[in-house]
């Protein structure tokens, strides 16, 4: 077997599906829910604290932690309100009203639109809700928020 990775198709052949492997295993698909899964208390990995009310307001701290720091969002205690993300002739946006989703915006009050360019993609059947400013990478900034019990 050795011997066969020493020729430079056989190598780049198992490059490649090790990158294959690696990527299929990470893939996760964010899930639709209705608004009363997402209300109440979610805590990050690194002191990260969202939470989230049912008249659409949140509070958040903590959002300037190592994996959120580049994205400038406030480390101090935030407010503002959250939406689901919704397509329709205007294209994609956050929407106040809409019952269900997969996708949730944050619009921070006194935080420029700017900075802090963060969404929560909804995973796990809607137990964890997952950092990302790419909605095609649902994890994209590798913090998982889990409900405080």
Same mark, same amino acid.
């Given at each position: 077997?050795?011997?066969? &990775?020493?020729?430079?198709?056989? @190598?780049?052949?198992?490059? &490649?599906?090790? !990158? ?5 295993? #990470?893939?996760? /698909?964010?899930?639709?829910?209705p608004a009363d899964r997402i209300i109440g ?8 604290? &969202? +939470?989230?009310?049912?008249? @659409?307001?949140?509070? +958040?701290?903590?959002? /300037? +932690? ?7 969002c406030p480390g101090s205690t935030a407010a503002? +309100?959250?939406?689901?993300?919704? /397509?329709?002739?205007?294209? #994609? ?6 019952? #269900?989703?997969? @996708? ?36 994209? !900034? ?8």
């Amino acid at each position: 077997m050795f011997k066969a &990775l020493r020729n430079p198709v056989h @190598r780049t052949g198992v490059a &490649l599906l090790s !990158l294959l492997l690696l990527a299929a295993c #990470s893939t996760e /698909d964010a899930v639709k829910v209705p608004a009363d899964r997402i209300i109440g208390d979610w805590k990050g990995p690194d002191g990260e604290q &969202l +939470s989230f009310s049912i008249d @659409r307001k949140f509070t +958040s701290s903590g959002l /300037d +932690s190592k994996n959120l720091a580049a994205i400038r969002c406030p480390g101090s205690t935030a407010a503002g +309100s959250w939406g689901f993300f919704v /397509d329709d002739e205007n294209g #994609s946006h956050m929407s106040k009203t809409a019952k #269900s989703g997969s @996708r949730i915006g944050l619009s921070f009050q006194d935080v420029r639109q700017e900075d802090c360019m963060m969404d929560l993609a909804v995973l796990d059947d809607g137990e964890t809700l997952c950092a990302t400013n790419d909605p095609d990478v649902p994890c994209g !900034l590798e913090v998982r928020f889990s409900r405080e019990k």
